[in-house]
């Protein structure tokens, strides 16, 4: 079996452990010389599919060490988009998840045994045609300096309006301007109005419901 470390956007992670994003990006040279084609895991997902199973969510390709499930996982127009979900109530599977938040840990690695591919001569470079794909495995070193975990963002992480300026940017997709207008506002009512404290629960429920949604 082959374990070809290519690219990986995490866009969330939440406090349950969960998380998604991108196991691997087609097109994409890696240090091995190696491109994977669109559509070369169709296939085998559609097997693993009918059996009722999905690739195994390992840490660092050690079969003895499985963190978690993957809850979907198909090709679309960029890669292979993943969700998962981390078993925090084990040992192994919580400290990825600490790391992975902290960015001790953000790379993602496939396992897989190729079917066909394609080799260029002229650029030395491996098309990965079909793979039988085994498992998904969260590593420290890819191979490919793309995959990376963009970011691993946490509510308790707020602590001040700084910090829930950055939240709304960099984990609810809001530009700097718009996450630093909202801030300003919010702190601009609380300081106006003594009984606003309702209405700010009410703005976090409703956006903690936006972000649910958004999530699911």
Not at 86 to 108: D, F, R, V
Not at 153 to 176: P, Q, V
Request: aromatic content about 8%.
């Amino acid at each position: 079996m082959e374990h070809k470390k290519v690219s990986f956007e995490v866009k969330s992670v939440s406090d349950t452990g969960t998380f998604e994003g991108y196991g691997s990006v087609y097109d994409v040279v890696d240090q091995g010389d190696d491109i994977v084609a669109k559509g070369a895991f169709t296939e085998s997902l559609q097997g693993l599919a009918q059996k009722g199973r999905m690739p195994a969510l390992l840490w660092q390709h050690d079969a003895t060490q499985p963190i978690g499930v993957y809850t979907k996982m198909i090709e679309d127009e960029n890669g292979l988009y993943v969700e998962g979900q981390l078993a925090l109530k084990t040992q192994k599977g919580a400290e990825a998840y600490e790391l992975m938040k902290m960015g001790a840990i953000s790379g993602l690695s496939i396992g897989f045994m190729t079917k066909k591919d394609s080799f260029d001569n002229k650029s030395g470079i491996r098309t990965i045609d079909k793979g039988d794909l085994w498992e998904v495995s969260v590593v420290t070193f890819p191979m490919n300096d793309q995959a990376r975990i963009d970011a691993v963002k946490s509510i308790d992480d707020i602590t001040d309006f700084k910090s829930a300026e950055r939240y709304l940017r960099d984990s609810c997709g809001l530009s700097r301007s718009a996450s630093v207008a909202f801030v300003s506002r919010v702190n601009g009512l609380k300081q106006s109005d003594s009984g606003v404290d309702k209405e700010a629960k009410q703005i976090e429920e409703a956006l903690l419901a936006r972000f649910l949604t958004i999530k699911a």
